[in-house]
């Protein structure tokens, strides 16, 4: 069973959309995973973003892509890499990462209710 939250505890988490304007190979992970760099609009701008996310992209079909993320999470350091976003994604039926993204181009910055 999963504990419950309040309402405001959700408003605290802030989920916007961005676009991918940028991705690279990232060999310094552990494990096999891409930089992304993710326009989320004014007045947050670019952001930068470690996804394990190698199984079902390549990094050419990435750019152009709306994802969501999570914003207001602490910056965190992943090897020489400052991964300042969560980029969300649900597991398939072997555990890779499928990333969220809205059905319809929405404008970046959006954020999810």
């Not at 989920?15 to 310094?28: E, K, S, Y």
């Not at 701008?45 to 999570?70: E, N, P």
């Not at 980029?87 to 954020?111: F, I, M, Q, S, Y």
Request: charged letters at 20%; aromatic letters at 8%.
């Amino acid at each position: 069973m999963v504990d419950t939250i309040g309402i405001d505890a959700f408003e605290q988490v802030e989920i916007r959309v961005g676009t991918i304007v940028d991705a690279r190979p990232f060999p310094a992970a552990r494990k096999p995973a891409y930089q992304l760099w993710v326009d989320f609009g004014a007045p947050l701008g670019v952001k930068q973003s470690s996804a394990q996310i190698t199984v079902h992209y390549a990094c050419d079909q990435l750019i152009g892509r709306q994802v969501l993320g999570v914003v207001n999470l602490p910056p965190r350091r992943i090897g020489p890499f400052l991964s300042e976003v969560l980029v969300l994604g649900l597991p398939d039926e072997n555990g890779a990462v499928v990333l969220l993204r809205p059905d319809l181009k929405v404008p970046d910055g959006g954020r999810m209710f």
